[in-house]
């Protein structure tokens, strides 16, 4: 599973998750060692699959040991490696998305329960408000960030990061973090991969005008994928492999971001 994906599931559940069933996965470790998910102490429950009758069982420490009770087989000791609970850090992430934007007026702290922000992005054209919240599933979610917004400087345009769901705060748009960050394994920070002004609805006038450094370079490189048929079908994960050869090519250069990247693709 890709790691923004793993992410995302795990900021989602609101609450800490057991490491156990996630240890087999590479992005489990990637997401670990850049520090966007750490220990938080152990799970409260675990299903018991030790006696005929699976059930639930609340893991119980007594004298030195962890365990729960099973009506069958009474305490089952459990080592605590089992039982750890990981969940999000968040402030790791919106600095780590602040950094990618060159966000500006970021607060390092929540502005109201679990809601970021992450900083203002200053385009050419516009301003653009980019805040972060961990799901926009219903109408707390909603209540929640309306009231977050309440004491903030209210911007024409701007996006709402989010975990899961589609709710949004006009003129805000929400965008999922699935679709718009993309991680470096190899920097281990996350890209903003998406087109923030085209995203946020933002006018796009006076954009760009030094034409990328990275131009004629990645022209090649992608030329040359797409006539040996080895360029990938998802546009990430090309981006990604084209970042490589990139990076191996020219290996006393810092390679263009994830995004340049994306916008060359296309
Ligand atoms: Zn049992």
Redesign the pocket.
Same mark, same amino acid.
């Given at each position: 599973m890709d790691a923004v994906r793993l992410l995302g599931d795990i900021i989602a559940q609101n609450a800490p998750v057991s490491a156990a069933p996630l240890r087999t996965l590479q992005a489990f470790h990637a997401l670990t060692d850049g520090g966007y998910i750490e220990e938080a102490g152990v799970v409260q429950s675990i299903h &018991?699959n #030790? &006696?005929d009758? $699976?059930?639930d069982?609340a893991v119980v420490f007594e004298a030195t040991q962890y365990g729960i009770h &099973? $009506? #069958?087989?009474g305490f089952i000791s459990k080592e605590r490696s089992e039982l750890v609970a990981v969940k999000p850090n968040l402030e790791r992430l919106v600095q780590n998305v602040a950094d990618a934007l060159g966000c500006k007026r970021t607060k390092s702290t929540p502005i109201h329960g679990q809601i970021w922000r992450i900083g203002i992005v200053t385009a050419p054209s516009v301003d653009v408000a980019v805040y972060f919240q961990p799901t926009l599933c219903d109408a707390l979610d909603l209540r929640s960030f309306e009231t977050a917004l309440s004491n903030e400087t209210r911007s024409q345009y701007g996006i709402i990061l989010t975990a899961s769901g589609q709710l949004s705060c006009p003129p805000l748009k929400t965008v999922q973090i699935e679709d718009c960050l993309a991680f470096d394994e190899v920097a281990m920070v996350f890209e903003f991969a998406g087109d923030l002004l085209a995203i946020a609805g933002a006018p796009e006038k006076n954009r760009g005008g030094r034409p990328s450094l990275y131009a004629a370079k990645l022209a090649k490189i992608i030329a040359a994928r797409v006539a040996s048929g080895e360029a990938l079908p998802g546009k990430n994960a090309e981006a990604r492999a084209i970042q490589t050869i990139y990076r191996t090519e020219n290996p006393t250069e810092k390679p263009p971001s994830i995004s340049t990247v994306k916008n060359a693709i296309s």
């Amino acid at each position: 599973m890709d790691a923004v994906r793993l992410l995302g599931d795990i900021i989602a559940q609101n609450a800490p998750v057991s490491a156990a069933p996630l240890r087999t996965l590479q992005a489990f470790h990637a997401l670990t060692d850049g520090g966007y998910i750490e220990e938080a102490g152990v799970v409260q429950s675990i299903h &018991c699959n #030790d &006696c005929d009758v $699976p059930h639930d069982a609340a893991v119980v420490f007594e004298a030195t040991q962890y365990g729960i009770h &099973c $009506p #069958d087989l009474g305490f089952i000791s459990k080592e605590r490696s089992e039982l750890v609970a990981v969940k999000p850090n968040l402030e790791r992430l919106v600095q780590n998305v602040a950094d990618a934007l060159g966000c500006k007026r970021t607060k390092s702290t929540p502005i109201h329960g679990q809601i970021w922000r992450i900083g203002i992005v200053t385009a050419p054209s516009v301003d653009v408000a980019v805040y972060f919240q961990p799901t926009l599933c219903d109408a707390l979610d909603l209540r929640s960030f309306e009231t977050a917004l309440s004491n903030e400087t209210r911007s024409q345009y701007g996006i709402i990061l989010t975990a899961s769901g589609q709710l949004s705060c006009p003129p805000l748009k929400t965008v999922q973090i699935e679709d718009c960050l993309a991680f470096d394994e190899v920097a281990m920070v996350f890209e903003f991969a998406g087109d923030l002004l085209a995203i946020a609805g933002a006018p796009e006038k006076n954009r760009g005008g030094r034409p990328s450094l990275y131009a004629a370079k990645l022209a090649k490189i992608i030329a040359a994928r797409v006539a040996s048929g080895e360029a990938l079908p998802g546009k990430n994960a090309e981006a990604r492999a084209i970042q490589t050869i990139y990076r191996t090519e020219n290996p006393t250069e810092k390679p263009p971001s994830i995004s340049t990247v994306k916008n060359a693709i296309s």
